[in-house]
């Protein structure tokens, strides 16, 4: 059976998309996943391990599997025969280490057959052609789902030349004295893993970061709470994704102890500026927008898509309107899906955009 | 869980089908409607909290709400219930709520999820089976508790005051009389499904006579001053609760006889207060529970299952009887547990099997026993057994 669904991106959210499509009953030969990395984990994990992340920010739905159940705290009930993850999922306090989250990647990948479907190639260009879409020369797909991911880690443009400077992402040891700038989750982490490794560490922010389980609030997750997103006019849309995207961090003990304790002891305090560190470390995040996307800043500029601000307008299902329709899908994952979905970041988000994919790919006629 | 107005609506119905569809054989057997109008309440008292409460104050309900909800609807399912007066047990009642709550979380939590992938995100809804659920749950529902309150019998409530009888009961009716109710002469019933509730009944041959009946209920009743027998049943199946039978004249009188049922399930007699007479609670040729009842100053026996039936005597107290506490006689088989016999007197007739005991058993009888407290040994006679558990 030839090829006839392109996932571009094999990161998660190619990752998830595959999973879901391979449990609608596609086989793993109807499908090809174009990306630089065989392992869909592989551009998160050494993220992760720069920040010494040691759990998800996401809850009990935070996995890619593409039912919501069983998720991680079933599995982990199940293998440690202990209902506490189970219990703290309903109280939306279970958050697997990243370690369980690695595991059952690997272990999803495995039972997918993810590997059968890669084809390592860096895709430059997605173009509407005759039957669909012609995924960089690779071939003419119909149903086609873009999940580039992020598109390059964000500095501050003043410190971008400074040889202090190392992204939170990148790996890095911490010196005595440490500026962090950004004060997101990322930063927050840094911030105690600086203390932890014995410096001084000086928060450099602009504003003070809101504290809130996650970036989006969670009715916002569910259809109730998109309502509303949706109604708004575009430049009302676009003002609400900025600000879901601003920096913020869990609250609770865990953070506020320890930076307490390093406060009274004169290890913690916040500025404005970086003078005098040895070492700066940029928790800024990755740069925001469909331009720093080569590849959808190409297509849009093919194909004259409609855009907002730093987003592609999608529809609510995540496609993207005109070059959508009942023989072809062209669908956005990850946080270019944004303005489908607010947390289409989040592995939930990302488990949405690859159902409404999955639904189109399942209920399409010339399939 | 962020539900829609409508994921909320599908998604309960969804969740009460399987208890409907419990309900309704459940109550075929039992020859009770009352898990079907349970079912109906708690389904109806859930879509009004949806509609009404839950949907506005709950944008967003987290797992551990469903705790605090669930024991809300118990209690106005509850309230609800006791207000209509459905007549459902409470622990039964209570076990099909727990279990229905149950089945619920593990819908929502695993099932619907499992089986409608985008039911997460949808807030609740059920997609293309939603409306359909939505038009064919309630109506099915209304059309089998209409049914259900088509054929239920009659209730006939007594208001307070004296009412003359006998009334004799030959159709299954509920009677129910208000607080002050008061039927002087007896009452006779001679059919099935009769329940006869919060009644007192003065004075008549006997106060409740039950005649070849099955599934009959006395409940919440004070029988006084019977020229017989407090409640006489042959050839019948009843259970009477909370009863109280007072001022029985003595000699020949009874003051609760259950006979010749022994083809019938067995009958409960429980959480009675039984004072005077010949015997206290007597049974014939009958299957019995004779439960937490508490009999006192009766002139042959307090408690006696005989001629050949078999009895549960648990959780009793006997007190003041004359000759014998509890007796299991004429081949009878008993299982005698956890009773209290006191204040036994000696009848002066020089019986030797009526010397003041606590627990007899006689004729061939046999009489399991254990944890009876007693002031002083058992004593069996005539080819009769005790043997501990």
């Known amino acids: 059976m030839p090829e006839r669904v392109a996932i571009v991106g094999s990161g998660l959210g190619g990752f998830v998309a595959y999973a879901t499509l391979r449990h609608a009953g596609l086989e793993p030969g109807e499908i090809a996943i174009f990306g630089d990395e065989p392992d869909p984990a592989g ?202 995207g601003e920096p913020s961090y869990p609250p609770g003990r865990t953070w506020d102890t320890p930076l307490e304790r390093a406060e009274r002891e004169g290890r913690f305090r916040v500025a404005t500026a970086v003078n005098g560190a040895e070492q700066v470390i940029c928790a800024t995040g990755f740069r925001r927008g469909y331009h720093h996307d080569p590849l959808l800043a190409q297509l849009v500029e093919d194909h004259g898509l409609e855009t907002e601000d730093r987003w592609i307008v999608l529809a609510d299902d995540s496609t993207v309107p005109a070059l959508t329709d009942g023989a072809r899908t062209l669908s956005l994952a990850g946080v270019p899906g944004q303005w489908a979905y607010p947390a289409a970041d989040t592995l939930v988000g990302m488990k949405v955009a690859a159902r409404r994919f999955r639904q189109r790919v399942v209920s399409c006629p010339t399939r | ?115 409608h992938l985008t039911w997460p995100e949808d807030g609740g809804e059920l997609g293309r089976a939603g409306p359909g659920l939505s038009v ?103 259970d009477i609760h909370d009863c109280e039978i007072r001022s029985l004249p003595g000699a020949s009188t009874q003051g609760i006889d259950i006979s010749f049922a022994s083809q019938l399930p067995a009958s409960v007699v429980e959480n009675c207060v039984v004072v005077g007479g010949m015997e206290g609670i007597v049974t014939h040729m009958a299957n019995v529970l004779v439960r937490d009842n508490r009999v006192r100053s009766t002139e042959l026996r307090g408690i006696a299952v005989t001629e050949m039936s078999m009895g549960h005597v648990e959780d009793n107290v006997v007190e003041d009887a004359l000759g014998v506490g509890i007796f299991c006689g004429d081949y009878s088989h008993c299982s005698i547990e956890d009773n209290r016999v006191a204040g036994m007197r000696v009848d002066p007739s020089g019986n030797p099997t009526r010397a003041g005991f606590g627990l007899v058993a006689h004729y061939g009888a046999i009489a399991t026993v254990e944890g009876n407290t007693l002031e002083r040994p058992p004593a069996s006679f005539i080819g009769a057994r005790i043997e501990p558990r």
């Open chain 1, 43 to 244: 551009a998160w994990r050494p993220r992760a391990a720069a920040i010494r992340q040691r759990r998800m920010r996401s809850e009990s739905d935070g996995h890619c599997a593409p039912t919501s159940f069983p998720g991680l705290a079933a599995y982990e009930a199940a293998r440690r025969r202990d209902l506490a993850p189970l219990l703290l999922s309903v109280c939306d306090r279970y958050r697997p280490t990243v370690d369980v989250f690695l595991h059952h990647v690997a272990r999803l990948r495995e039972r997918t057959l993810w590997d059968e479907s890669f084809v390592p190639a860096r895709i430059e260009r997605v173009a509407a052609v005759e039957g669909g879409f012609d995924v960089g020369g690779r071939g003419v797909f119909r149903h086609v789902l873009v999940a580039t991911g992020h598109p390059g880690l964000a500095l501050p443009a003043e410190l971008a030349r400074d040889p202090r400077v190392v992204h939170a992402y990148e790996p890095h040891e911490y010196a005595e004295r440490v500026a962090v700038v950004g004060a997101g989750m990322a930063a927050a982490t840094e911030w105690l893993n600086a203390l932890e490794a014995g410096a001084e560490v000086v928060s450099v922010r602009r504003r003070e970061p809101a504290r809130r389980p996650l970036n989006v609030a969670r009715p916002l997750f569910g259809k109730r709470g998109l309502a509303g997103f949706r109604r708004a006019p575009r430049g009302r849309r676009a003002e609400l994704l900025r600000r879901f």
């Open chain 2, 136 to 238: 064919a749950a309630p109506v099915a529902l209304l059309a089998v508790l209409g049914t259900a309150w088509a054929v239920e019998p009659p209730t006939v409530r007594l208001e307070a005051g004296v009412h003359q009888g006998p009334l004799v009961l030959d159709h299954a009716q509920t009677v129910v009389g208000e607080p002050g109710t008061v039927v002087r002469g007896g009452i006779l019933v001679t059919a099935d499904d009769v329940t006869l509730r919060n009644l007192t009944i003065r004075g008549g041959e006997y106060g409740i006579e039950v005649r070849d009946a099955e599934s009959v209920e006395i409940d919440g009743v004070v029988v006084e001053a019977a020229e017989l027998d407090g409640i006489n049943a042959r050839l019948s199946q009843l």
């Open chain 2, 1 to 115: 869980m962020s539900y829609t107005l409508r994921g909320r609506v599908e998604t309960r119905l969804a969740a009460a089908l399987l208890p409907v569809l419990v309900a309704a054989p459940l109550s075929v057997v039992l020859h009770k409607w009352w898990p079907l109008q349970l079912a109906g309440l708690m389904l109806g008292i859930g879509l009004a909290l949806d509609v009404a409460v839950y949907h506005r104050f709950l944008p967003y309900q987290p797992g551990w709400a469903a705790v605090p909800l669930g024991l809300l609807e118990l209690g106005l399912t509850v309230a609800a219930a006791r207000a209509l007066e459905l007549g459902a047990p409470l622990g039964p009642a209570l076990a099909f709520f727990a279990a229905a709550w149950l089945l619920a979380q593990l819908l929502v939590h695993a099932g619907l999820p499992l089986v």
